[in-house]
């Protein structure tokens, strides 16, 4: 990346076994910025406002091992802007709201699979930063509740399952 310089760029999200990963690419010139692992917490979060938490990160989970030594994610009404102060650079990537929440909001529906129930989350998973896969469901439920704009959007993604969070993987791999 070079410094000083605002690129716009676009977010994907993949399941990577139990990792979630994130590709960053610059939107000017197709090349990648960034394919590392993502913590989820924080990317809900950016959906919502400002974190200073970072979303890249190692797939030990200590973001500096992957050279990020500090993000912020901040939004406005059009735009998600990422600051970053990545190995010796600093770096703006604006993003277009719009299809941010989407790729976010499509990684996490593929998150949320069946599979989870049965895996052990050691440290650097994707959901590490949970204490199991309940919880990460209803960390997706909340952030659900808290955005008319983002539940909106998830109803075009997902068929909304009847019940608890816990049947909500069912439902979805049934949906799929
Ligand atoms: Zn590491």
Not at 12 to 32: M, S, W
Not at 126 to 150: G, K, M, N, W
């Amino acid at each position: 990346m070079e410094a000083p310089s605002i690129l716009h760029g676009s977010l994907c999200l993949r399941r990577d076994g139990n990792y979630c990963r994130g590709c960053v690419r610059d939107e000017g010139t197709g090349k990648t910025l960034f394919d590392e692992y993502v913590a989820t917490k924080p990317l809900m979060d950016s959906l919502l406002g400002f974190t200073d938490e970072p979303i890249m990160t190692c797939s030990c989970g200590e973001p500096g091992c992957a050279g990020f030594w500090h993000q912020e994610s901040s939004m406005s009404e059009n735009r998600v802007h990422w600051l970053l102060h990545y190995k010796k650079e600093n770096g703006d990537i604006l993003f277009e709201r719009d299809a941010y929440e989407n790729a976010v909001l499509a990684g996490l529906r593929q998150f949320m699979e069946k599979t989870w129930e049965d895996m052990a989350f050691p440290s650097g998973t994707i959901l590490a930063e949970y204490p199991d896969s309940t919880a990460f469901v209803q960390s997706v439920d909340t952030l659900l509740s808290r955005s008319p704009r983002l539940s909106a959007k998830w109803e075009a993604f997902c068929i909304r399952p009847q019940g608890g969070p816990g049947r909500r993987m069912d439902a979805i791999m049934e949906g799929l």
